[in-house]
T-cell receptor
Framework: KQEVTQIPAALSVPEGENLVLNCSFTDSAIYNLQWFRQDPGKGLTSLLLIQSSQREQTSGRLNASLDKSSGRSTLYIAASQPGDSATYLCAVADRDDKIIFGKGTRLHILP | GAGVSQTPSNKVTEKGKYVELRCDPISGHTALYWYRQSLGQGPEFLIYFQGTGAADDSGLPNDRFFAVRPEGSVSTLKIQRTERGDSAVYLC????????????????FGPGTRLLVL
């Protein structure tokens, strides 16, 4: 059974710092991996989607990498801003055609 | 509106009552998904519709949970004899095609319905 783990569970950093969020998954047979953002009381917003054949995706200050063989992904946020404060969820589309989510990392950027 | 909408945004009910949660997907989206997110957890898959039919309901926790999508657009998640453990945020998402590659498409999420069972 696919399991997705995110480390750390929570993170507080000063504004302007670069940071890395980690995600690991137990079954490498995935279609893709996505990083989502969830703000309090809001739904999920897809940030980056990496297909299984890809190694990374970039969007603005965000860069996500995927190492399928080792079951790992990282989300790199450059020059963090207070507006980046949210919960970041990692999710994989598994062989059963379901999306399996991690528990998320709660990020707080200190002004 | 252009996005997925869910109503109500919040629902408080008493143990044993029946509740209905509604999801309006993006117009033209064939696939619709329901997820449940408990406090401190990631969303967990409940059921997936392809058009009017439930293509996969393997995530429904028990027979108190049921969902319909009679006309292939709006969906209703129904919970009978609610229990305190049903308290969670229920998220709906839609995607354009679904099918065998449903999880490979971008899913667009609604804001969720926060259900509290007292």
């Amino acid at each position: 059974k696919q399991e997705v783990t995110q480390i750390p569970a929570a993170l507080s950093v000063p504004e302007g710092e670069n940071l890395v969020l980690n995600c690991s998954f137990t079954d490498s047979a995935i279609y893709n991996l996505q990083w989502f953002r969830q703000d309090p009381g809001k739904g999920l917003t897809s940030l980056l989607l990496i297909q299984s054949s890809q190694r990374e995706q970039t969007s603005g200050r965000l860069n996500a990498s995927l190492d399928k063989s080792s079951g790992r992904s990282t989300l790199y946020i450059a020059a963090s801003q207070p507006g980046d404060s949210a919960t970041y969820l990692c999710a994989v589309a598994d062989r059963d055609d379901k999306i399996i989510f991690g528990k998320g990392t709660r990020l707080h950027i200190l002004p | 509106g252009a996005g997925v909408s869910q109503t109500p945004s919040n629902k408080v009910t008493e143990k044993g009552k029946y509740v209905e949660l509604r999801c309006d997907p993006i117009s033209g989206h064939t696939a619709l998904y329901w997820y449940r997110q408990s406090l401190g957890q990631g969303p967990e898959f409940l059921i997936y519709f392809q058009g009017t039919g439930a293509a996969d309901d393997s995530g429904l926790p028990n027979d108190r949970f049921f969902a319909v999508r009679p006309e292939g657009s709006v969906s209703t998640l129904k919970i009978q004899r609610t229990e305190r453990g049903d308290s969670a945020v229920y998220l709906c998402a839609s995607s354009l095609w679904g099918g065998t590659s449903g999880a490979q498409e971008t899913q667009y999420f609604g804001p969720g319905t926060r259900l509290l069972v007292l």
